[in-house]
């Protein structure tokens, strides 16, 4: 008997956590078919998108508020199109904004609703939990200090680690992935990671150009690693490095392979968000820096609990790395950061002590836990057409 799945990811991170997702699940239910907004990773373990995830990514409040009128029309066809023929189960994967509603709509209706990955309310917008609980059935947790949030608020949640935990090796090979990529294995090398979204690139772009300039003229042998995700931020990079006149630095372009630029490198400046914890993982010392919209600033930080952002930062409790956020993320500043890291040996050690601590916190076989937890929603429910799942 098919079992019916609807899913939506918006982000990178949601398409990858959700392939994964789909591959466990069909080890166990073959002929489970799969629909709803996803990346290219979805569509590949056989997802049939209506519309692609990248439709959903934003960027801050301010890109929010100018695309609501196209993101609601969206979410209303879609909602539509899932009530009228309903799902065994809908999963948003992220993207709370978007899904939230959905959920909530689909859960009315006695569809199951899980959500994978909690939102934030840990860091801001505690609010949001008295509407997660009207839209989500479960909640499948990525970080080991949600589920008590949750249990709390009388939420089911499943506390599932995160994927790249599994991933990635606990001890990435520095010196292999130098001969692989060509670099010496004396030479400083960093890696510049300036995001993944268009959006973050504007902002962050020519900031990291004029840093790794800085940090040429106090290492003349650095060199630097620029991982970018797709051909128009790629592309964005190089209008940046022509706009700074960084014609004559030794940054080289890589077309995605950001974990072979974060495992070749002595340290990273990355752009706050799942890299940030790929980095961790990879046991690299980073710089954090981000930048918004200021209005998106203003509304984050008067809504936000934590002193930090950054995912290292979060997980550790402390300020394990540094962060630069808005007019602190200048290139002066993360350049004296990068600087000061990349000479400290002790302070390196101790770092990749925590990321390993982090590590094997986070590893817990993510796919096979949350395919068992969705499959457990599946069970407690009956089927639109009356039927059990078996």
């Known amino acids: 008997m098919t079992v019916r799945i609807a899913m939506v990811a918006g982000e990178t991170s ?44 934003v960027m801050g409040f301010s890109d929010a508020l100018k695309r609501y009128r196209e993101l609601s029309g969206i979410r209303s066809a879609l909602k539509k199109r899932l009530l009228a023929e309903p799902p065994d189960v809908f999963i948003g994967i992220d993207a709370p904004d978007f899904n939230l509603d959905l959920e909530a709509a689909l859960k009315a209706r006695g569809i199951p609703t899980v959500h994978y990955v909690s939102p934030s309310i840990w860091a801001w917008r505690g609010g949001r939990i008295k509407k997660i609980r009207r839209a989500v059935s479960h909640i499948l947790a990525l970080f080991p200090f949600e ?39 004396t030479v400083p090398v960093f890696a510049l990671l300036p995001g993944s979204r268009q959006g973050e690139l504007r902002f962050l772009a020519d900031t990291f150009i004029e840093t790794a300039r800085l940090v040429k003229e106090a290492l003349p042998e650095a060199r630097f690693l620029v991982p970018l995700a797709t051909r128009e931020t790629r592309l964005m990079f190089e209008e940046a490095i022509y706009r700074c006149n960084a014609h004559d630095l030794p940054i080289r372009l890589l077309f995605g392979h950001a974990q072979d630029a974060i495992t070749a490198a002595d340290g990273v ?56 956020i808005q007019s602190d993320a200048n290139p002066e500043k993360l350049a004296a950061a990068l600087l000061t890291q990349y000479g400290d040996k002790e302070g390196r050690a101790a770092i990749v002590t925590e990321f390993e601590r982090i590590h094997h916190e986070l590893r817990q076989n993510t796919a096979e836990r949350a395919a068992s937890a969705v499959l457990a929603c599946l069970h407690s429910q009956p089927r639109s057409d009356g039927l059990a799942v078996a």
């Open 147 to 185: 589920p008590a949030i949750y249990e709390k608020a009388g939420v089911p949640v499943t506390y599932v680690g995160h994927p790249l935990a599994d991933q990635l090796p606990m001890s990435p090979d520095r010196n292999g992935m130098r001969e692989r990529l060509g670099l010496s294995p």
């Open 269 to 324: 400046l990355v752009a706050s968000g799942t890299a940030t914890l790929e980095t961790a993982l990879l046991k690299r010392p980073m710089v954090i820096a981000y930048k918004l919209a200021p209005f998106s600033h203003f509304l984050m930080k008067r809504m936000g609990y934590l002193p930090y952002v950054g995912l290292p930062n979060i997980l550790a409790g402390r300020f394990v790395v540094p962060e630069f």
């Open 14 to 57: 949601g398409d990858l956590l959700a392939s994964h997702l789909i591959s466990a699940i069909k080890a166990r239910l073959p002929d489970a078919v799969f629909y709803g907004i996803g990346g290219p990773r979805m569509i590949g373990q056989g997802l049939d998108a209506w519309w692609p995830a990248e439709t959903l990514a």
